[in-house]
């Protein structure tokens, strides 16, 4: 069965680099139609985007966040990274890592997410 | 970037009652390839968001049919009919036809 893990730091200080770990089973990010993609969830607010990564290597990036991002994968492993860089507190959320299997089938299957605290 | 606007923010109702949420989008969701890409996920308290519909109104894996979707264009519907305990939580409803993805910032179904 399909599964998501995600792993992370827990807690950082502003101005570091976050660097998140999207661990998979049940499918592969060579398969076409594949893409995997970090969606984060500030404590009791609603979902941002930040970035889609897919079996071509193909990317895509919210604006929001600038020049910060850079979504990455590890197709024999089965992983995809994210990095954010200079973070501060506005960077705390649960971050979470989701597949697609085709825009029809986007975000089928989520991970359980991973809390990141940025505080000095 | 495209907002989507979900209402009731609220939404109190009792087991077995039928009920609505709404999402309207600041512009049309009609992709130049004929699809809408417009989605509806729910989150119960402590979880990951989970995909509910696709595409407006085709129903997820494993997702009863209780839930159904509709709409076209700006202003789209999730109803549920006949809720139950397990349908408590948080709605979102989200955009993929213009970049960057949105999200609906998310209708929270409670017992009344």
């Known amino acids: 069965q399909v599964t998501l893990k995600e792993s992370g730091p827990g807690i950082l200080q502003p101005s570091q680099t976050l660097s998140l770990t999207c661990s998979f089973s049940?499918?592969?990010?060579?398969?076409?139609?594949?893409?995997v993609s970090w969606i984060r969830q500030p404590s009791g607010k609603g979902l941002e985007w930040l970035a889609t990564?897919?079996?071509?290597?193909?990317?895509g990036y919210n604006p929001s966040l600038k020049n910060r991002l850079t979504i990455s994968k590890d197709t024999s492993n089965n992983q995809a990274f994210l990095k954010i860089t200079s973070v501060d507190t506005a960077d705390t959320a649960i971050y979470y890592c989701?597949?697609?299997?085709?825009?029809?089938?986007?975000?089928?299957?989520w991970g359980q997410g991973v809390m990141v605290t940025v505080s000095s | 970037d495209v907002v989507l606007t979900q209402t009731p923010s609220i939404l109190s109702a009792t087991i077995g009652q039928s009920v609505s949420i709404s999402c309207r989008s600041s512009?049309?969701?009609?992709?130049?390839?004929?699809?809408?890409?417009l989605y509806w996920f729910l989150q119960r308290p402590g979880q990951s968001p989970q995909r509910l519909i696709y595409?407006?109104?085709n129903l997820g894996s494993g997702v009863p049919n209780r839930f159904s979707g509709s709409g076209s264009g700006t202003d789209f519907t999730l109803k549920i009919s006949g809720v139950e305990a397990e349908d408590l939580g948080v709605y979102y409803c989200?955009?993929?036809?213009?970049?960057?993805?949105?999200f609906g910032a998310g209708t929270k179904l409670e017992l009344k």
């Open positions: 989701a597949r697609s299997f085709t825009i029809a089938a986007i975000f089928d299957y």
């Open positions: 049940g499918f592969s990010l060579s398969t076409s139609g594949i893409c």
């Open positions: 990564i897919c079996w071509e290597d193909s990317k």
């Open positions: 512009q049309s969701l009609l992709d130049s390839d004929g699809n809408t890409y």
């Open positions: 595409l407006v109104s």
């Open positions: 989200m955009q993929a036809t213009h970049a960057p993805y949105t």
